[in-house]
């Protein structure tokens, strides 16, 4: 079904296959004749003069010259001007590439030696392999269980760090169905060379029929809302009622967190991890520095589910409970992105952190807070 797409109207290129491709193309080749525009003409400038200027005369001695203010100034601008013109083109093609839209399709990436693996928010995990609809603005989330990798899709014209114990993402557009090989582009050990695969990028339509072709299993929001609540357990401590020892996880996302010392954080996606791995390096203003850290408990890819489910949780408000809500995403209508809305209200329904300054009682003051009915109430013991 799929050909290798390796025709390009330069011979040892790749096919350009995404949005941006043809700027990264247009800028690499605008520096190339700019060299090859400078190469040349110092080069043919050198031979000529060595010609026309060569020794005739024994001994002779040249004209002297003092300076020409008019050739100074001239040759001074236009390399100036070369310069800008190259750091715009560069400034806007850095712009274009590491700005991700908010309006994305979200992939997990985590990498490890030595493969991908990849899951889609409808749950369906691939490994060396990434299926992405055509004409679909995709973002990927990704991190890595060991060593520092990079997502590298060479007709894409992108690639990105992926980096231990961080988030990084990366997007793309691709314009053509096809099969695009994915590289590791950062060495990694042994089988570096091996680390690759390939990203099909496919009809809206057959894109659909693929999704609904392969087995699910639990989405990434599913298996963090499990995790949260029956696994790890942080729903004894996060469920949200009064007298909680830690606080409600609806609506966090994205909002601002006050921490204990003053500080302001925005709560994305590697302050919840960092939150679940290093509580302590981040106390939250009003509540006790008692979390637990579940580094080496946890897996990459379980975090990833913890963070998608605390997201999901984002745009809900402060009346929703951590049971049974949260998104269904586990149909496969091929629109995975409508069904995990990307919270944007900079509140999210949360409770302001200034009202959150009792410490034995965290959410009190909330007359929207659901009753803890899941534990008995419980105090702080000191
Ligand atoms: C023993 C009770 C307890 C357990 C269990 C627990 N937490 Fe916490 N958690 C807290 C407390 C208390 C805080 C606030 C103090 C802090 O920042 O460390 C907190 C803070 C957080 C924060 C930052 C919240 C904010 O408002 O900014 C997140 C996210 C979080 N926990 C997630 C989890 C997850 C996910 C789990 C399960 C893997 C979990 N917690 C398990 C008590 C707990
Ligand atoms: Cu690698």
Not at 45 to 64: D, H, M, N, P, S
Not at 102 to 108: F, H, L, R, S
Not at 187 to 193: A, E
Not at 255 to 271: H, I, N
Request: hydrophobic share 35%.
């Amino acid at each position: 079904m799929f050909m290798q797409q390796n025709s390009s109207w330069v011979p040892i290129f790749p096919e350009q296959a995404s949005t941006f491709a043809w700027q990264v193309d247009g800028l690499y080749f605008y520096l190339l004749a700019i060299t090859a525009f400078f190469t040349i003409g110092i080069v043919a400038a050198l031979i000529f003069l060595v010609i026309k200027y060569r020794e005739k005369e024994k001994y002779a001695t040249g004209a002297e010259i003092h300076g020409s203010i008019g050739l100074e100034t001239l040759w001074s601008i236009i390399p100036f001007i070369i310069a800008m013109t190259v750091f715009l083109g560069g400034a806007i093609v850095y712009y274009n590439q590491y700005r991700t839209p908010k309006d994305a399709m979200e992939i997990y990436v985590v990498g490890k030696q030595w493969m991908w693996k990849l899951q889609h928010q409808t749950g369906q995990r691939e490994i060396n392999e990434l299926h992405v609809p055509v004409g679909r603005k995709v973002k990927l989330t990704m991190t890595t269980e060991d060593v520092l990798h990079d997502f590298f899709v060479p007709a894409f014209r992108t690639k990105m760090d992926v980096v231990p114990g961080r988030y990084t993402t990366l997007w793309f557009e691709a314009t053509k169905p096809g099969k695009y090989r994915l590289f590791c582009a950062e060495y990694c050990g042994l089988n570096h060379s091996g680390m690759g695969g390939w990203v099909y990028v496919m009809e809206q339509r057959d894109f659909d029929n693929w999704l609904s072709g392969n087995v699910s299993g639990q989405t990434p929001v599913e298996a963090g809302r499990d995790l949260f609540e029956n696994k790890l357990g942080c729903a004894s401590c996060h469920a949200g009622g009064p007298q909680q020892r830690g606080g409600k996880v609806e609506g966090l996302y994205n909002t601002d967190v006050k921490l204990v010392g003053g500080q302001t954080v925005k709560a994305d996606d590697e302050y919840i991890r960092n939150s679940i791995l290093n509580p302590s390096s981040q106390i939250v203003e009003g509540y006790q520095p008692i979390m637990p850290t579940f580094k080496g408990q946890v897996t990459e890819e379980q975090l990833v589910s913890l963070v998608a489910y605390i997201k999901s949780l984002g745009s809900e408000g402060s009346g929703a409970t951590s049971t049974g809500s949260g998104s269904t995403g586990s149909g496969t209508s091929g629109s995975p992105s409508s069904s995990m809305p990307n919270p944007t209200n900079p509140n999210g329904g949360r409770l302001p952190t200034s009202q959150l300054t009792n410490s034995s009682v965290p959410g009190a003051s909330n007359p929207n807070a659901p009753g803890n009915t899941s534990e008995p109430t419980r105090r702080e013991n000191r």
